[in-house]
């Protein structure tokens, strides 16, 4: 791999790690502002662990319509469901490793939902990666080691079936957190995050309180759809929910899937997995983005993601490999 290319996988890693569940709400639908605190919390509760998996992140460039050059190992991701008789609830933490991704590059984001009844809760920080270009996104760098200041973003969120409401904080701070060190950076933005303002906005019925809740439930759907044979054709069929983050309605598809019996993906063999394709859109903005996801129909990886692949460009792509599973 040439530098150059290096540094194009880590334009990656700066501007696109995080893009898909934190970068298509950025405007409000029929919202309005309060200069109240806000009276969402900061932490969402704990409910018991029902799977614990760890992801390997690879990223791919290709050059003038040419092939693909690829990275692999140049960060991760962590994704946990928990469920109780109260509720569920959905964790991702993703981002580049710098002690890994080329340049050092530390670019990560950690989002948590939870649903209890007709109430749910969003909370998600990021560090702040809204470049636009390469050259932008080294200017960021090099502004970053120069001056000492690394820019965190936060966001806090609750919901109910026909309203909900969210606030953003900002904070800036000296030193240059990684995604192991989620928790620290929550305390902080806590403190930070009194103060405030609060977006809120009516939500039209059904709409799913995040990213998160809305894409388990159109894979669980799928992978029922599947579990009888007369009812492949309808699992075929393209099917969306509306969600909601950060005061904007977004709708999420999936768009096409299908079903194969053995699979090689990266260095493993899978057995009866599914192959779908989703894109989700921004209502206010239209803007759109596309993903696929291959996730067991099922064993112990039933609904279970094993390879996820985002292209954010056309001649940019990175994966998520499922590394390592733990089920509690």
């Avoid at 948590?112 to 270009?133: C, D, F, H, Y």
């Amino acid at each position: 791999m040439t530098p150059r290319h290096a540094r194009v996988l880590a334009f990656w890693l700066l501007v696109g790690v995080v893009a898909l569940p934190f970068g298509l709400a950025t405007q409000a639908v029929s919202a309005t502002r309060d200069d109240a605190a806000p009276v969402v919390p900061w932490r969402v509760s704990r409910l018991p662990v029902v799977a614990n998996h760890h992801y390997r992140m690879a990223a791919k460039v290709r050059p003038l319509l040419l092939f693909w050059i690829g990275r692999d190992n140049v960060g991760a991701a962590h994704v946990v469901w928990r469920r109780s008789p109260e509720g569920t609830g959905f964790e991702l933490l993703i981002g580049s490793d710098p002690t890994l991704a080329p340049r050092h590059i530390n670019r990560w984001g950690y989002i948590a939902e939870e649903v209890r009844g007709p109430e749910a809760s969003l909370l998600g920080v990021m560090k702040q990666s809204n470049e636009q270009s390469l050259e932008e996104a080294k200017s960021r760098v090099a502004q970053e080691a120069e001056e000492g200041q690394y820019v965190f973003k936060a966001i806090q969120s609750t919901a109910t079936v026909d309203k909900a409401s969210s606030a953003i904080t900002t904070v800036r701070l000296t030193h240059d957190f990684t995604f192991r060190e989620v928790d620290a950076v929550l305390d902080i933005v806590e403190r930070e995050g009194a103060h405030a303002k609060v977006r809120r906005v009516s939500l039209q019925k059904d709409t799913r309180p995040g990213f998160l809740v809305a894409l388990t439930e159109l894979i669980h759907r799928n992978v029922t759809a599947y579990s009888s044979p007369a009812a492949h054709e309808a699992a075929r069929k393209a099917i969306a929910v509306p969600y909601i983050y950060n005061g904007t309605l977004c709708d999420l598809t999936l768009r096409a899937s299908d079903r194969r019996r053995t699979t090689e993906i990266g260095s493993r063999s899978y057995e009866d997995v599914i192959h779908a394709r989703f894109e989700a859109r921004n209502r206010v903005t239209g803007k759109t983005t596309e993903f696929e996801l291959s996730y067991g129909a099922s064993g112990s990886l039933a609904e279970i993601p094993v390879h996820a692949v985002y292209r954010p460009r056309w001649w940019l792509q990175v994966e998520l490999f499922l590394d390592q599973a733990d089920r509690s």
